[in-house]
């Protein structure tokens, strides 16, 4: 349940990454089994035990394991000693009833003062409604926290200045009301970065141990300099925003760079100078027929092995690339017995007999993540899946949407895979809130067992 739409209001969640969980080191008694110091005495791990099944060749395994509890959480015993979680999320359970009043508030006031409950966990949230009002804010709960401490790291679990049982007031995050720019937007990137530069949060009045993102991402980048390059934003633009599939330049992965790729010069590597050339002159869409599209995701798929060869901050340099685009090339040539390969014959979209091409890249906006699928293909697994778009005017919302699949989970359902199509091609279906025209168009109307 991560959006919803009623006719006054309507929301929707992007993930975020602000720092909610922390590990303590627990100081052990040197001769009494589970006892564990905190300041001047000592106390008793409460001693659980697990089970749970693991698969092995389909055959259903049932493993048991012993854990503890501390005053400062969950407990597991390793090599190196005894170590406990604390995370807000583990003493809240309210978060269905969160969502629920969510999609039931008429007004931007009721909304905020719904947040105020604090059950859900963690998401950016992004608001609109039929006044025009907008809102963002990095949610979530996290702790209010002793400083002094390395709260990025294993802290001490021997002293109860590191027990924290308090979190931020919703207040007291990152967000934005109304902004003068008249837009916010999020694409997993830094709440500091949330709408027009001179109108976005503070980052100097947050303390650095929240652990907010900093960062941008391709996403982000070119969602920006959409938005910059326009002096307003009709509905019909912000359509062909959403459905954007540019790459920007420089590329500004937030967790890798790759841009000395476009630097390689190709006359040195005459065995791939056709393929370094053709992804150096790709205009870095990531259309269905493309075949720079298509060699850049195969390139980028054989990057993978290398990542975790090369220490932060992940800047590959020449040596390393060129090894994956000869591994991209072999791939190419042994599945497909050619490098013009475009981004539909690699990647496909799939449910159940149905195949068919699909765009999108990972960090594009319209980003697809694919893994093995068979005879050399790939096969999307996440990115874009539900797709909401709401325009509120004098008659209600105007909705439209979409799923890259269908709306049923039954193979033998007409609405298994009946969006596919619909889907591949960016184009949406209309929705409803009027029960009367619901009732008047279903082709059943019965009551649930």
Do not use: C
């Amino acid at each position: 349940m991560l959006t919803g739409t009623n006719e006054s209001l309507s929301w929707a969640h992007t993930v975020n990454l602000p720092d909610k969980t922390d590990v303590y080191e627990l100081e052990m008694h040197p001769s009494k089994k589970n006892n564990y110091k905190v300041d001047d005495k000592y106390l008793v791990l409460e001693e659980h035990k697990a089970e749970f099944y693991i698969k092995l060749l389909s055959i259903p395994i049932k493993i048991k394991k012993k854990f503890y509890t501390s005053i400062y959480g969950p407990t597991l015993k390793n090599k190196n000693g005894y170590y406990s979680i604390r995370t807000a999320a583990l003493t809240e359970i309210r978060a269905l009833e969160q969502w629920w009043k969510m999609n039931k508030a008429t007004s931007f006031s009721e909304f905020y003062d719904i947040l105020k409950m604090k059950a859900l966990p963690g998401y950016n949230i992004g608001y609109a409604d039929k006044n025009d009002t907008i809102f963002y804010i990095s949610n979530g709960l996290i702790p209010i926290r002793k400083k002094g401490y390395d709260w990025k790291n294993v802290v001490p679990g021997n002293t109860l200045k590191t027990l924290w049982n308090k979190t931020y007031d919703i207040k007291d995050l990152p967000q934005i009301l109304q902004p003068t720019s008249g837009y916010i937007y999020n694409a997993n990137h830094s709440p500091f970065k949330s709408t027009a530069d001179y109108e976005n949060p503070n980052i100097d009045l947050f303390p650095s141990d929240m652990g907010f993102e900093l960062y941008d991402n391709n996403r982000s980048t070119r969602i920006k300099s959409i938005i910059d390059s326009h002096s307003k934003i009709s509905y019909e633009d912000f359509k062909k925003l959403k459905y954007d599939n540019q790459l920007p330049d420089p590329l500004n992965y937030s967790w890798m760079d790759i841009n000395s790729l476009f630097k390689i010069n190709a006359d040195l590597y005459p065995d791939l100078s056709k393929l370094i050339s053709r992804i150096q002159k790709w205009d870095r869409k990531a259309n269905v027929n493309s075949l720079g599209a298509g060699s850049y995701l195969i390139f980028y798929h054989q990057l993978r092995k290398y990542y975790n060869t090369i220490e932060e901050p992940k800047v590959f340099n020449e040596n390393l690339l060129i090894k994956a685009l000869r591994d991209a090339k072999k791939y190419m040539i042994a599945n497909f017995g050619t490098i013009d390969v475009s981004l539909g014959q690699y990647q496909k979209l799939v449910r159940g007999n149905k195949i068919i091409p699909i765009y999108g890249i990972p960090d594009v906006i319209t980003s697809i993540s694919s893994t093995p699928y068979k005879k050399g293909e790939v096969k999307a697994v996440s990115g874009e899946s539900y797709i909401q778009l709401v325009n509120f005017n004098q008659d209600g919302p105007k909705i439209e949407s979409i799923i890259s699949y269908g709306s049923s989970d039954h193979p033998e359902s007409p609405h298994y895979a009946d969006q596919m199509e619909l889907y591949s091609k960016y184009k949406t279906k209309p929705m409803t809130l009027d029960k009367k025209e619901v009732y008047a168009k279903a082709k059943r109307v019965y009551h649930p067992d």
